[in-house]
T-cell receptor, first 115, second 113 residues
């Protein structure tokens, strides 16, 4: 079975440009999470969805960040305009449900560099 | 509030030696605790999780962890380190009232031949 798929794996862009990160969760999983990993802040949750509905977006850093999940098999994280401090690795994870004990399966991440 | 603290950002062990990675949690209620591993340039992979059942939890790749309420600890151990264990390890806890993982700062394990 395919795991969580993220694209692109690497993205280099210039400050001010729009960046869109994509995620395809594992088929049959109902919950999807977006995380950001930086040296300074470690791993932090940005937002998560259940049945395509955003449940908690309190981790989204500011209005420049937005996330959507138009259907059960696709989600996007958009940054507009991008800034150098957005440089990080962005992970997507999915679970079958929302039970606290459900295992989160992570994608390989997108490494974003904003120049 | 729930959180985890990982003691030691870097740990080095010799191949064949015991691996001990420390994690302490703070929680007002019994938490759910997790250990994840991250190999270079890869996503995180679940090693094991504690969900209020047995206090000694066995995971993949020979790792295990013991939940000790009296010490508020959930340390990760492996009797004999392999070179392939070199990676970064994250302890995590489920945040009260939510379903998202709250991660520790990570411990990078180096295995010396």
């Amino acid at each position: 079975d395919a795991g969580v798929i993220q694209s692109p794996r690497h993205e280099v862009t210039e400050m001010g440009q729009e960046v869109t990160l994509r995620c395809k969760p594992i088929s049959g999983h109902n919950s999807l999470f977006w995380y950001r990993q930086t040296m300074m802040r470690g791993l932090e949750l940005l937002i998560y969805f259940n049945n395509n509905v955003p449940i908690d977006d309190s981790g989204m850093p500011e209005d420049r960040f937005s996330a959507k999940m138009p259907n059960a098999s696709f989600s996007t994280l958009k940054i507009q305009p991008s800034e150098p401090r957005d440089s990080a690795v962005y992970f997507c994870a999915s679970t079958q449900g929302l039970a606290a004990t459900d295992t989160q399966y992570f994608g390989p991440g997108t490494r974003l560099t904003v120049l | 509030a729930q959180s985890v603290t990982q003691l030691g950002s870097h740990v080095s062990v010799s191949e064949g030696a015991l691996v001990l990675l420390r994690c302490n949690y703070s929680s007002s209620v019994p938490p759910y605790l997790f250990w994840y591993v991250q190999y270079p340039n890869q996503g995180l992979q679940l090693l094991l999780k504690y969900t209020s059942a047995a206090t000694l939890v066995k995971g993949i790749n020979g790792f295990e962890a013991e939940f000790k309420k009296s010490e508020t600890s959930f340390h990760l151990t492996k009797p004999s380190a392999h070179m392939s264990d070199a990676a970064e390890y994250f302890c995590a806890v489920i945040k009260t009232g939510a379903n998202n993982l709250f991660f520790g700062t990570g411990t990078r394990l180096t295995v010396i031949p």
